[in-house]
């Protein structure tokens, strides 16, 4: 199937630890995004990537680096995890604005830091 | 940055008619979107409009852009049980890579 992945879909860990989120698009897009959705479900952009090149990176905690192997693929890393990153994480992806620009979302990662 | 903003909640009756409105404070906004986020999943698009329209119809689903107020609305005709869910519109900006900017949600219940 076409679409946006992510794994794990859902994470549970201690603070302090490090843990990474992984997203896999086979849309042929070549932006893609994370995402912090809180407990209020408000929507936060937290990063962007253009052709694996940063092109969007919100007031984010250096805690978080977002890596782009290639274009189709988007990860995010969190180092010394703290109880205020738990939330669900969302990967996108999108068109190119000459089409709408929709952007396509993953399932999402719910993270809970104990 | 641009704002938006929407009421966070809508109660409406099987058969009625939805309105969920947004207002957005960015004028150069280009795409305005709606999507429909249902429990535990990612978003999923419903319509979108260019900021050259003030309406756009999609079988029961009818965007109306009012520029001049900034204010966008998303009406569902016959709204059923299936519609519940959590409605975000979203912005996007004409700078230069463009960044979406969404609502904070309107959680939509439709009671049978």
């Known amino acids: 199937d076409t679409a946006v992945s992510q794994t794990p879909k859902y994470l549970v860990t201690q603070m302090g630890n490090d843990k990474s989120i992984k997203c896999e698009q086979n849309?042929?897009?070549?932006?893609m995004y994370w995402y912090k959705q809180d407990s209020k479900k408000f929507l936060k952009i937290m990063f962007s990537?253009?052709?694996?090149?940063?092109?969007i990176n919100e007031t984010v905690p250096n805690r978080f680096s977002p890596k782009s192997p290639d274009k189709a693929h988007l990860n995010l890393h969190i180092n010394s995890l703290e109880l205020g990153d738990s939330a669900v994480y969302f990967c996108?992806?999108?068109?190119?604005?000459?089409?709408?620009?929709?952007?396509?979302f993953g399932p999402g990662t719910r993270l809970t830091v104990l | 940055g641009e704002d938006v903003e929407q009421s966070l909640f809508l109660s409406v009756r099987e058969g009625d008619s939805s309105v969920i409105n947004c207002t957005y404070t960015?004028?150069?906004?280009?795409?305005l979107y709606w999507y429909k986020q249902e429990p535990g999943a990612g978003l999923q698009l419903l319509t979108y409009?260019?900021?050259?329209?003030d309406m756009k119809q999609d079988q029961r689903l009818t965007v109306l852009l009012n520029k001049k107020d900034k204010h966008l609305s998303l009406r569902i005709a016959d709204t059923q049980t299936g519609d519940s869910a959590i409605y975000f519109c979203?912005?996007?900006?004409?700078?230069?890579?463009?960044?979406?900017?969404f609502g904070t949600g309107t959680k939509l219940q439709v009671i049978p």
């Open positions: 849309l042929g897009h070549d932006t």
């Open positions: 979203a912005g996007r900006n004409s700078g230069g890579y463009q960044k979406v900017t």
């Open positions: 960015d004028s150069s906004s280009t795409y």
């Open positions: 996108a992806s999108s068109q190119p604005l000459g089409r709408g620009g929709e952007q396509f």
């Open positions: 990537y253009n052709n694996k090149e940063l092109i």
């Open positions: 409009i260019f900021s050259n329209m």
